[in-house]
């Protein structure tokens, strides 16, 4: 699951910054970060919860 969401995450910023640099819509950054910076947090914990554990598990 962590390289699928590290994929998807490039995905997703570089669809972002295309549609800026072609125009699509006007998206400011600085004011998004400043108000929606809690949810990177909250869906890296989420991320780190659902990656697999690769120690062997202990009986």
Do not use: S, Y
């Not at 640099?21 to 400043?34: G, H, P, Q, S, W």
């Not at 947090?41 to 659902?50: A, Q, W, Y």
Request: hydrophobic residues 60%; aromatic residues 12%; glycine residues 8%.
């Amino acid at each position: 699951m962590k390289g699928n969401f590290a994929a998807v995450a490039l995905l997703v910023i570089g669809a972002i910054a295309l549609g800026v640099n072609l125009e699509l819509f006007d998206f400011d950054l600085v004011a998004l970060l400043r108000k929606w910076w809690p949810l990177a947090l909250i869906l890296i914990g989420v991320g780190l919860f659902f990656t697999p554990d690769d120690r062997p598990k202990q009986r």
